[in-house]
Nanobody, 121 residues
Framework: QVQLAESGGGSVQYGGSLRLSCVVS????????MEWYRQAPEKERELVAS???????DYADSMKDRFTISVDNAQNTVYLLMNSLKPEDTAVYYC???????????????WGQGTLVTVSS
């Protein structure tokens, strides 16, 4: 069974930094993509950053100059380094991965439980 374990959320002041981590545990899969989403209160969930198995990364426009996604393939871990944080970055951040199981299950998407990031002004 595949599980995602997120960590690194917390409270920080305006201009501060945080690094989120998400470890994918389990076996028998290949990672297709690893992504971070966020959902602020009373707003829809939005894509923050993504990284494909080929190493291609992409970011939401409002975050591309401040956030960096990186992947440790050996540890099946994806990170999100967030710099210059603003109050509008306050949200629950979710890890999302797309996995391929060669045993017949095919493509499977898995979500983490979310980690809260709070930025105060």
């Amino acid at each position: 069974q595949v599980q995602l374990a997120e960590s690194g959320g917390g409270s920080v002041q305006y201009g501060g930094s945080l690094r989120l981590s998400c470890v994918v545990s389990g076996r028998g899969f290949e990672v297709n993509e690893m992504e971070w989403y966020r959902q602020a209160p009373e707003k829809e969930r939005e894509l923050v950053a993504s990284s494909t198995s080929g190493g291609v990364t992409d970011y939401a426009d409002s975050m591309k100059d401040r956030f960096t996604i990186s992947v440790d393939n050996a540890q099946n871990t994806v990170y999100l380094l967030m710099n210059s944080l603003k109050p509008e970055d306050t949200a629950v951040y979710y890890c999302h991965v797309g996995l391929y199981f060669p045993d017949g299950r095919g493509y499977v998407e898995v979500w983490g439980q979310g980690t809260l990031v709070t930025v105060s002004s």
